[in-house]
């Protein structure tokens, strides 16, 4: 449909189309699915998939670039839409049929019922989760929006400007197939605790070391690491915090807002920055949100913790 759009109310209609069709099929819904089909190990069943998923744009910006330059737009999302029907829907058919369903939680050997989506959604280890999320997806939808400009501001020359955020992508796959590999030797929640704060690390580099081209490897090193990072912890929060059971509910609930913050957190950076203090005032609001939301996390963490040590 987006390949033959010819008006803006077409356009708005394919991506509207789209949206429907992301929402239910990226990290959300798959992590929830993965949750479901490997009940004792989703946490690594979840980093394989991020690790993978990480080569996506490593492998389809060039793909995509190359078909637009030997055909047009229109023809390369007709290649596109032919992947996902003649690759990705059949296996999605043969790889999810016979899901089971939710087997009532076990703790010590006597079944329990499950507690209500209802009564998960009013812990505070759930809001304490949701503000963890929300804030760090804020963040890290804000900086990519202006990446080229912060950069350029910080004095950095033309090439190491591009080149710099090249590597974040790059980061974000090492940071995940470094887990991957790591991850029976780690302790889960310690892992989580720490992971995250590499973005604020990172964005400390940016703002203290301006114009140094150390101070922005050091940034694009720890941001992209844990960039990377922080969608294994996002995806795997909810589900070893606050239930098991109802990850994709719980997830959903979190849907709206998440997607208010990945919209508005872009145009308020854009909105703090002026011609005499640059992006100083948003970076520094970016620093802050981030501690916030870790805090948030610990928080839920020792609740939860305390509740169920294992």
Sequence with gaps: ????????????GAWLMLGVGCAATLYPPAFAVLTRRFPTDFRRAIISLTFLGGLASTVFIPLMAGL????EWRAALWVLAAMHLLI???LHAWLL???KA???HVTHSHAVDE????????????????VFVILLMGVTAALPAHMIALLRESGLSDRWVIIAPAVIGVMQVVG??????????????????????????????????????????????????????????????IAQYVSQAHTASLNGALGLPLALAR????????????????YTLGLWLMWGMCWVGIAALWWAQARALRRSPS
């Design 102 to 104: 939710v087997q009532p």
């Design 115 to 130: 507690p209500g989506l209802q009564h998960h959604m009013r812990r505070p280890m759930f809001w304490l989760i949701g």
């Design 263 to 278: 919209a508005g957190s872009p145009f308020l950076l854009g909105l703090l920055w002026s011609p005499e203090g640059g």
């Design 1 to 12: 449909a987006l390949s033959q759009v010819q008006t803006l109310w077409q356009f708005w």
């Design 176 to 237: 995940r197939m470094s887990l991957y590999v790591l991850e029976k030797r780690l302790n889960p929640h310690v892992t989580n605790r720490w992971m995250p704060c590499l973005i604020p690390i990172g964005l400390l580099f940016l703002m203290l070391g301006a114009g140094q081209v150390w101070a922005a490897m050091c940034f694009v090193l720890c941001y992209g690491v844990g960039n990377g990072l922080l969608t294994i912890v996002k995806g795997t929060a």
């Design 97 to 99: 049929r016979g899901a």
């Design 68 to 71: 637009i330059h030997a055909f």
């Design 88 to 90: 990705c829907a059949p």
